[in-house]
């Protein structure tokens, strides 16, 4: 039950990190270095709030699971990063993309598993 609980975690640290990165592209857009242009770019503080959370959310998984376990799952960022992507900014995912998003997350995975029921 802890695993789970952990995996769930981690799920949750990716939907974080992933909205973070994209209010970043978002405060990106508008970047301006001067200090005023920066402590007003709501998407790129918003950015890193979210990423705040997700990185309190991975400590906390990382009490409670096996860092061979849990680190796989970071790789679901490529999926909610392709989606917000698509919806919020009207990106193209073309199919090989959307292979190599498939193929990364499959080769995670299975070093995942290899190190938890390999040899």
Known sequence: ????????????CTIFTS????????GANRLQL???????????ILGFISYAIGTVLL????K??????????ISLS???VGILSIVFLGEIMTILKWIAIILIIFG??????GSKYGN
């Open 78 to 80: 490529f999926i909610w």
């Open 19 to 26: 909205v973070g990165q994209l209010f970043w592209k978002l």
């Open 108 to 113: 995670v995975s299975m070093i995942g598993w």
């Open 59 to 62: 400590l906390n998984a990382l």
């Open 64 to 73: 409670l699971g096996e860092l061979s376990v849990l680190y796989p799952f």
């Open 1 to 12: 039950m802890v695993e789970f609980k952990a995996i769930v975690l981690v799920v949750f």
């Open 34 to 44: 001067d200090f005023f242009s920066l402590i007003t770019n709501y998407p790129l």
